[in-house]
């Protein structure tokens, strides 16, 4: 049952040899990897403005020149990945580019601030999706956060399918959005040349509290903190860097043409919204309340995104351009999630790989993706979603400081790979373009660093200092683990000489009563030929004792019977003691304890069985020299039902018989 | 830590052979049995005069009339159960009556009605008692459900530590109750005898809506469902027959005396209360805005209980007087639910050794108490009180039907059990005492089947239909457990013939690495000398395998190594296959799966390791002739851990030498 709702799900297994099947052209590269920057100038756009506004709608005048510094950002952080994706097309990205050339440390950073920031990514890029959703049928209003996990999880199934059929359903939204976008800030920038610019539905309104004449350091403040939350546009523009494995070849270089469409087409888009946007006199507020001139219940009612507005402003309300905006910058930004979606599980592949988290992520599931990481994902934004109520403004607080960490160390890695490089060159011709690379990664380091320090400010206080405690809990959680792997890894290596055999094997068998499991057991352990062979039982009850005593010598079982006498009325302890007490006859000696278990075929069945067994299995298993048997008995139950064959039915046959021919003897 | 946790809550562990210690005397037993039904004087009157009150206060003339009736039943079940306790000292009381008399089906029901009726008895108790708490000290009001689920986990706890100590500590306030209610009632009826009658402070209180001049069918379903709701105070009679072995010798007769006591004394409070509260006038209703004249704000004040405005008036408000029958009230009624945890874990227990539930439920813990039922009881009742806010009116409609169920079937399997002794019987002076014997059961069970039609009918639609629907869920349940423990009884048992023998024994070894673990594993499995030894690996990453190959070679280990393709990257299937292969090999032969296990020390290394290994040995088990061999290998963090000798550190060291010297050879 549950297996054939997985099936359903997430379709049918593939055979690991299809791998090579699910690599990525371009054109299906920039709508996977891409709609994330591309699709986050709907809300960046929104959120300087709603910033300046705070001071009063005074400071929109700020608006072109805190836009005009994000498209000069946009551009230098576009040209140093194109760095990257050449330098390093293995696809570590930032993580692998500040491992190698600033240490593992640095590295570990730059992972865990990215994984944070994955997590972000899913969560407002859904969110915001939603809000545009919201702004076309406002009624959804009151099902907000259900409807955002919702999709998360639909967006969850559809990447456990596999790669490339997500890249094929992702595809025509991302092509369509920007088609639309363009298309409106063309027809809206147009009619203003022409002398009748469209006027938003908002263009009149006030705010309050209005503050007039802020100087100095407060309009510096409001201007860097807009500045900040514009930045968010630049968010995702690493994941193609994590992602060059998955393009066809020659990778690199089809990864950096996919980089730079994207980077072109992102500022156009921006830049196009923003103009649009001032010229049309798009008004929001943080708080509807302090909208003077909303229609309706500013408590209830959903203020309508800078997209939905301009759409209504240039296609009309309600007209059907209006509602195909609306509807591909809705699925472009669901879909943006996407990029997370595909990035998250395999940054934690890598990680898992480098043993700095559970090998499980580097497990490839049923349709080859990282089926676990897909998983963690989609459960940490389910929760960060209905934690916020599905509020952008407020996740967004969270958002971009993890970015502009991972994007400073990753140029700070860059400038030190030039270094080396240079150190190692001659040819001038060559050392002139090895400069000019070390110059834009410089540049690009420098910017975000400075981008860094802003967020930090003026945002710590709003929401991202979680993420400042996130990220270093992370990183020690990463070192802990990659510690503990590699003191096991240390232990297990095997010594120079031989291996030490067990000189006498003593075969303990617990019984409870003489009944077919028992007689089953015994016989078991005979066939091994041990050195010893005993039957252990716990007496808890004096009457069970005698008769098992009885039943015993009715038998005529050529096999000594042991008594444990238990006076707490627990059988771990007393059969702990009698198997140490055999360790210490020889001390190569090895004990094997032989368990007889009912096999059910039900899971409330298990609870009616074995509870005790568990118990001391899982003491003796903490004792050197000991082997645990389980000899499992198959009550007619569990035979009759075809659970096993059921989940082997799920595969074809032809499918199966590779496995019998692969059969090879070294 | 947990351990430290709960040895401080529960105590030391007692041997088996303190079993003896913890019977009961007559004195103590009262209070542990008897304080359910003693303590049902407090609210039984309030019921009858609530539900009375729906019609109006003019119906209150009917309530001296409903009081007496239940007086009389009272009288008659507590004659019939001190029958059922000289015939059956065994302990199973209404259980076992029934089964024995009627069949195993009938006593089923019994056995699901009083398992329901003893939860219902702690949540109605326990919710009866903060109720008195909040009588006189309001405030508290807010957090009625967090202080009713408290008192519940406390009973839980001082139950886990045995029932001698429980007794102890419950004993007083049963006598302090008694003492008081009885002083309380003397003085009231004294006064008014003298021409002072005590005023409740509700006496002048009017109740709306008036319903003037019911009359016919109206009038007797009124009636009947006070009856029916004053008949809680019969609820915990029958705790006495089911705790038989609890008491000191000579059992039977110690139990029955200890039934007369309870019934005298029960009779005597109900009566007292019923009579003071008519001649005080005091008047309560089911919604508190009902009541008109009620002081404070109807909606978020509690109504104080009668007991406590009985109390005040005789003892005069917030007196000496006063706040020791509340604190007794409160105290006994709490521990009334006492009853239950006596009653519940030991039914449970007598139900686990029949085979109707699973087995834990007849394991003593570490205080020999039946710590499972102990849990389950206060679990359920804890939900129940949560869902039903911890109203006594609301929670009161689920109570009963179990009981009078139970009364009834019982009391017909007394009758029968007479007619077989008469038939039997010849004496004619023994046959005279039978016939009385089967007239007194006979009474009580036309009386009881009597008020079960009567509960059934005035009840069913305020929440009995609950009852109605988990007596038969809980029936169906246990005969399922019933049936699923017989069939596997039949299967286990051995044949006539001899124990087959295994032909040829084949170990195989399941291979990663050539890491320490594996090379015990290896060595482990030839200790055992088997007829074929083979490493296996299942291949799914091809450097892996080759690395594996090599280092095989490298080590000159004689033992071939064979690798299993798995085309979907899952171990599981491709092992089961090859030992699917080897099984078929011969009919008789025996497949010996050993994998090596690493064990670490704290549970979250555990999920860094072993995922796979423990899925394929749950399949593994459900073959036939396959062992499955868990070959540990305990990591430093592990051994270094001291965890196993904690836990049995707990424990005296004198209290460990008989394990040792217990040791006995058959």
């Known amino acids: 049952m549950l297996n054939w709702l997985k099936r359903v799900l997430v379709g049918r297994p593939l055979r690991s040899d299809r791998l090579g099947e699910t690599l990525l052209s371009k054109r299906l590269a920039l709508p996977i990897f891409a709609s994330d920057p591309l699709s986050s100038v709907a809300y960046a756009t929104q959120e300087i403005l709603l910033v300046l506004t705070l001071g009063g709608l005074a400071y929109l005048f700020l608006a072109p020149w805190v836009g ?104 025509w939204p991302t092509y369509l959005f920007i088609t639309g976008v363009l298309v409106m800030v063309a027809l809206g ?132 351009g209006f509602f195909v905006i609306q509807a591909t910058t809705a699925l472009i930004l669901i879909l943006a999630a996407n990029t997370a979606f595909n ?74 790979h030039w270094n080396r490089a240079l150190a190692d060159e001659q040819d001038p011709k060559v050392r002139r373009r090895l400069h000019r690379s070390r110059v834009i990664n410089a540049l690009g380091g420098v910017l975000t660093a400075l981008v860094l320090v802003i967020v930090l400010a003026t945002k710590f206080t709003h929401g991202a200092y979680l993420v400042v405690i996130a990220v270093p809990v992370l990183f020690a959680l990463m070192r802990a683990i990659h510690g503990h792997y590699e003191r096991v890894s240390a232990e297990l290596e095997p010594e120079p000489g031989g291996v030490v055999m067990p000189a006498r094997v003593h075969a303990v068998v617990l019984v409870s009563r003489v009944h ?84 059910v075929g039900r899971w409330w069945e298990q609870l009616l069985h074995n509870q005790s067994a568990l118990r001391l299995k899982a003491r003796l298993l903490f004792q050197r020299r000991v082997m645990v048997v389980s000899v499992p008995w198959q009550l007619e139950s569990s035979v009759r039902r075809p659970r096993r064959e059921q989940v082997r039915g799920g595969r074809r046959p032809e499918d199966r018989k590779p496995v019998a021919a692969g059969r090879r003897e070294s």
């Open 68 to 171: 005009l510094a994000v498209v000069v950002l946009l551009a230098v952080v576009v040209a140093s990945y194109r760095q990257v994706v050449r330098a390093y097309p293995s696809g570590g990205g930032s993580y692998e580019v500040a491992s190698r050339n600033l240490g593992p440390s640095a590295g570990l950073v730059v992972a865990a601030a990215l994984l944070v920031d994955y997590i972000m990514t899913v969560a407002v890029s859904v969110a915001a999706g939603v809000d545009n959703v919201i702004s076309a049928v406002p009624s959804l209003n009151t099902h907000r956060v259900a409807i955002c996990v919702g999709f998360v999880f639909a967006l969850m199934a559809m990447n456990l399918r596999g790669v490339r059929e997500s890249g094929k359903t992702f595809a």
């Open 189 to 320: 920038l147009g009619r203003a040349v022409a002398g009748h610019a469209p006027v938003a539905e908002s263009a009149g309104w006030q705010v309050r509290p209005e503050q007039v004449g802020l100087t100095g350091l407060a309009l510096a403040l409001l201007t860097l903190r807009a500045f900040a939350s514009g930045c968010t546009a630049l968010t995702g523009v690493e994941a193609i860097s994590n992602g060059v494995p998955a393009f066809k070849p020659p990778k690199a270089e089809n990864a950096a043409r996919t980089m730079l469409a994207m980077g072109v087409v992102a500022i156009t888009l921006f830049a196009g919204i923003t103009a649009l946007a001032l010229i049309a006199k798009v008004r929001v507020a943080e708080h509807t309340c302090d909208l003077i001139g909303f229609p309706g219940n500013c408590a209830t009612d959903p203020q309508r995104t800078v997209i939905a507005q301009l759409a209504a402003a240039v296609f009309g309300n309600n007209s059907f």
């Open 343 to 416: 990035g998250f599980p395999l940054l934690g592949a890598i990680l898992a790989q480098d043993r700095y988290l559970p090998r499980q992520l580097h497990t490839r599931g049923d349709r080859l993706a990282f089926s676990n990481g897909i998983i963690i994902l989609a459960a940490i934004a389910a929760v960060l979603i209905w934690v916020f109520d599905g509020s952008v403004t407020r996740l967004i607080q969270l958002y971009i400081l993890g970015v502009f960490t991972s994007f400073t160390l990753s140029q700070a890695g860059m400038v030190r």
């Open 516 to 599: 077919r499991p028992t007689l089953q057991a015994l016989a078991y352990a005979q066939a091994t030929r041990p050195d010893s062979l005993t039957a252990v039982t716990v007496s808890i009850n004096a009457e069970e004792v005698a008769r098992l005593q009885q039943q015993w010598a009715d038998r005529d079982l050529n096999v000594p019977l042991t008594i444990l006498d238990s006076p707490y009325r627990e059988i771990t302890d007393p059969v702990l003691d009698y198997v140490n007490r055999l360790r210490e006859e020889g001390p190569r000696d090895l004990v094997v304890v032989y368990i007889p278990e009912y096999v």
